[in-house]
């Protein structure tokens, strides 16, 4: 857990990495100094049985519920509560609506009758936080965030929200006390975004981050910073599309995780001709300078053909919830292609309006820190990280080596083995735990070593390692 004030994650001391107050994960180099025998495996997250595990076919709604949204694990009722996206009909026009719902383990949810907001014959006995009736310029829903520190305990929730009719266009921002009634300002922060846009709140650098879609034709992905959440730095290009390849960026979410920024981005390819969007990992060590994790493989693939799922796996904004061993993502899927035509198959082409519109939301679910691991088959393998700086003593694993092993050497920053911490010496760990705590013959813990630059080899045999983390 990250405190603020506190050094920023994985702040080099001179040639030493500091790994204090992270699990450290292998999805990059950064803490790799070579491997030998050992592969780099990277994990899409599973889909639960129990999908679609959110409906938008409530009376009130047309069928729909997009994922232009949110999740948090409220810090008081320890209950989930999922912002999402939806619409109605009335008088011949689309009522765009945010709506709110709330679970206690994730994966059945209740729907809160709020009395806020009315739908299309005027009854208010519905979840609906907010619509194009009820706040001035409302068009699409930006995901809301807790903010940890607020100046203003009425601002305590932020959002941003996508607007285009009415006389408003641009991306203006909204407000709550309780993330249930909201206010919105009537004038723009961004003049210059499109739709589909997200925000986070930095809890290392205590800032904003806003990600946005510059109106270039979907072409690339842009991040903008505030303190405030009223003066914001200029748009910067993150991402760019190779048209080459066809693909286009249609949203992007961010969140922080031990000590990096992980983001997923919504590629459309078009070569296909499916033009099915699906989510791609990026990782990032300061949130300015991106870069794509396991590229061309989604996180989330979409639907095989005839499922709820097909056309679309749209990620919520906010962090993974954790449930015990395993992190909660949260996505919408769609029946329908985001174009006027698709092919199916070679030579079937086939409108969109033919097809029925279904939009519903599923779960998606991975492995404490189970982005990436680190394996080993028969034979075994090794991995020897670069010097590290730590004021911890225990050293623990996130681990699968029920059928193998795993031993642990400790090594000082020239690279010579430290007596009692040889490979020999290490209790070999052979479990299957997120938290395995590694001891030697006559050390429990690196008690000894607190302060001076280490390396840690791991010496993995039919075995799989996630993350490794030293503590107090």
Same mark, same amino acid.
């Given at each position: 857990?990250?405190?603020?004030?506190?050094?920023?994650?994985?702040?080099?001391?001179?040639?030493?990495?500091?790994?204090?107050?992270?699990?450290?994960?292998?999805?990059?180099?950064?803490?790799?100094?070579?491997?030998?025998?050992?592969?780099?495996?990277?994990?899409?997250?599973?889909?639960?049985?129990?999908?679609?595990?959110?409906?938008?076919?409530?009376?009130?709604?047309?069928?729909?519920?997009?994922?232009? +949204?949110?999740?948090?694990?409220?810090?008081? =009722?320890?209950?989930?509560?999922?912002?999402?996206?939806?619409?109605?009909?009335?008088?011949?026009?689309?009522?765009? =609506?945010?709506?709110?719902?709330?679970?206690?383990?994730?994966?059945?949810? =209740?729907?809160?009758?709020?009395?806020?907001?009315?739908?299309?014959?005027?009854?208010?006995? @519905?979840?609906?936080?907010?619509?194009?009736?009820?706040?001035?310029?409302?068009?699409?829903?930006l995901t809301p965030v807790r903010d940890p520190q607020p100046a203003n305990p009425a601002r305590r929730y932020r959002s941003l929200f996508w607007a285009n009719d009415n006389g408003f266009r641009g991306t203006y921002s909204a407000w709550s006390a309780d993330g249930v009634k909201w206010h919105n300002d009537r004038k723009a922060l961004f003049n210059d975004t499109g739709d589909a846009g997200s925000i986070m709140y930095d809890v290392y650098r205590e800032r904003w981050v806003f990600f946005a879609r510059p109106l270039d034709n979907q072409i690339s992905r842009a991040v903008s910073f505030s303190r405030d959440f009223k003066k914001w730095t200029p748009l910067n290009v993150i991402f760019q599309a190779d048209k080459a390849k066809r693909e286009n960026f249609y949203n992007m979410q961010g969140f922080c995780y031990e000590g990096l920024y992980l983001g997923t981005v919504t590629i459309q390819w078009e070569e296909s001709g499916r033009y099915a969007l699906e989510p791609h990992l990026a990782l990032s060590r300061d949130c300015e300078n991106w870069r794509w994790v396991n590229q061309p493989k989604a996180f989330i693939p979409h639907g095989p053909r005839g499922s709820w799922e097909e056309f679309n796996t749209q990620m919520s904004a906010g962090n993974p919830i /954790?449930? +015990?061993?395993?992190?909660?993502?949260?996505?919408?899927? /769609?029946?329908?292609?985001?174009?006027?035509?698709?092919? /199916?198959?070679?030579?079937?082409?086939?409108?969109?309006?033919?097809?029925?519109?279904?939009?519903?939301?599923? &779960?998606?679910?991975?492995?404490?820190? +189970?982005?990436?691991?680190?394996?080993?088959?028969?034979?075994?393998?090794?991995?020897?990280?670069?010097?590290?700086?730590?004021?911890?003593?225990?050293?623990?694993? @996130?681990?699968?080596?029920?059928?193998?092993?795993?031993?642990?050497?400790?090594?000082?920053?020239?690279?010579?083995?430290?007596?009692?911490?040889?490979r020999q010496d290490c209790l070999p760990v052979c479990q299957d735990k997120i938290i395995?705590?590694?001891?030697?013959?006559?050390?429990?813990?690196?008690? @000894?070593?607190?302060?001076?630059?280490?390396? &840690?080899?791991?010496? &993995? @045999?039919?075995?799989?390692?996630?993350?490794?983390?030293?503590?107090?």
């Open positions: 857990m990250f405190v603020a004030g506190s050094a920023l994650p994985n702040t080099a001391r001179g040639s030493t990495i500091n790994v204090d107050g992270f699990r450290q994960l292998f999805i990059d180099d950064h803490v790799i100094a070579h491997m030998q025998s050992v592969r780099r495996t990277f994990h899409a997250a599973k889909r639960h049985e129990a999908n679609p595990i959110i409906h938008g076919d409530h009376p009130w709604l047309d069928g729909f519920a997009y994922l232009y +949204g949110s999740v948090e694990r409220h810090p008081e =009722t320890d209950k989930l509560r999922l912002w999402y996206m939806s619409r109605f009909k009335k008088a011949g026009k689309f009522v765009w =609506t945010m709506c709110l719902t709330e679970s206690a383990d994730g994966i059945r949810w =209740t729907v809160p009758k709020l009395g806020l907001v009315p739908d299309r014959h005027g009854s208010r006995q @519905n979840n609906m936080v907010m619509s194009t009736e009820t706040h001035s310029g409302f068009d699409e829903c /954790r449930m +015990g061993d395993q992190l909660y993502f949260y996505y919408s899927g /769609r029946t329908y292609p985001h174009s006027p035509y698709y092919w /199916r198959g070679r030579d079937e082409l086939v409108p969109k309006a033919s097809v029925e519109p279904d939009v519903n939301i599923g &779960l998606a679910t991975l492995r404490v820190d +189970g982005f990436v691991s680190l394996d080993a088959h028969y034979g075994g393998g090794s991995v020897e990280t670069k010097p590290l700086n730590f004021t911890g003593k225990k050293l623990s694993l @996130n681990c699968a080596a029920a059928h193998g092993e795993i031993l642990v050497e400790v090594l000082d920053a020239s690279g010579k083995i430290i007596p009692g911490f040889a395995q705590p590694v001891a030697w013959k006559t050390h429990q813990t690196l008690a @000894n070593l607190k302060g001076k630059p280490a390396k &840690l080899r791991f010496y &993995l @045999n039919r075995a799989s390692l996630y993350s490794f983390e030293i503590t107090a």
